[in-house]
């Protein structure tokens, strides 16, 4: 289910505070550590610690956060598997790193801004805001300062955001081409074949087309259009967000590709020749 808003996530998990409290004791536990050590971590007080476990704190959303990057699960589990109660080939899975529950919900709970008539905004990470998007995409006081802007023909019931790409790897959409994508909360959802922007905290942000080895590797293969760059794998781990290609925009015109116009060209030719021809034996 995709959220309009932290608001309307907010109000969902709410129902699901005693399964978050019971799961980040079992791991908690699972892990050897004491509420002392955990709430050290998380620069919390025990107390507020002790709170969140029983069931009677209400965690915000960076709370959610916090322990999804601290136990290295997904909020979705965190708020909505009982893990005591899964096999313990799952929780070996989970020890790992590889939460089966992976819907990249870790960023789930997707910071967005507003406009006057409570709409959402699409924000626009130019060129010199990808460097700090790396970081500060989940950063709300990042996020309210990037500019906004909304485009009437696409769907409100969906969250859309733009970046801007740079390089030649996915000619013809020329470099510096502002891209708009739909944000993708399952991450299984990805099809291959298919153009997505991705964001990693190593490369930042990326746009190819994606090959969803999630099941298999619990890995996304890259593929560039432009043939002179090779394809390349990454581990789900280390995406962070995932948009969906929805459309771009460009002061350029994308150049005429060679190869087609070579081919263009040839033919006219062989039609001046053929008529030509006919001229000459007066067909």
């Not at 978050?20 to 079992?26: M, Y």
């Not at 500060?136 to 500019?147: E, N």
Request: include cysteine.
């Amino acid at each position: 289910m995709e959220y309009k808003s932290q608001i309307d996530f907010y109000k969902n998990i709410c129902m699901d505070i005693k399964t978050f409290g019971k799961n980040i004791k079992f791991l908690r536990k699972r892990q050897n550590r004491t509420q002392e050590d955990v709430a050290f971590a998380l620069e919390m007080k025990r107390s507020t610690l002790s709170g969140y476990e029983n069931g009677v704190a209400q965690p915000g959303v960076n709370i959610l956060i916090s322990f999804s990057m601290f136990f290295n699960v997904a909020i979705d589990t965190l708020v909505k598997v009982d893990l005591t109660e899964l096999s313990e080939s799952q929780l070996s899975q989970i020890d790992r790193g590889f939460d089966v529950y992976v819907k990249g919900s870790n960023l789930r709970v997707l910071t967005a801004t507003l406009d006057q008539y409570n709409e959402e905004n699409i924000e626009l990470v130019n060129e010199k805001a990808k460097a700090g998007y790396k970081s500060g995409f989940a950063d709300p006081d990042y996020i309210k300062v990037l500019p906004t802007f909304q485009l009437p023909f696409l769907s409100r019931q969906k969250k859309y955001r733009t970046f801007q790409i740079s390089g030649d790897s996915m000619l013809p959409v020329p470099d510096a081409s502002f891209v708009t994508g739909e944000f993708v909360l399952d991450w299984n959802t990805i099809r291959d074949g298919q153009p997505y922007i991705i964001l990693t905290l190593d490369d930042g942000v990326v746009f190819k087309l994606a090959e969803n080895k999630i099941k298999e590797s619990k890995k996304l293969i890259l593929h560039s259009l432009n043939s002179l760059y090779e394809d390349y794998d990454i581990d789900i781990r280390e995406v962070k967000e995932v948009w969906k290609f929805v459309h771009f925009i460009s002061s350029e015109m994308p150049e005429a590709n060679q190869e087609k116009q070579d081919l263009v060209d040839t033919v006219k030719q062989l039609r001046k020749e053929v008529k030509a021809i006919q001229t000459r034996l007066n067909i």
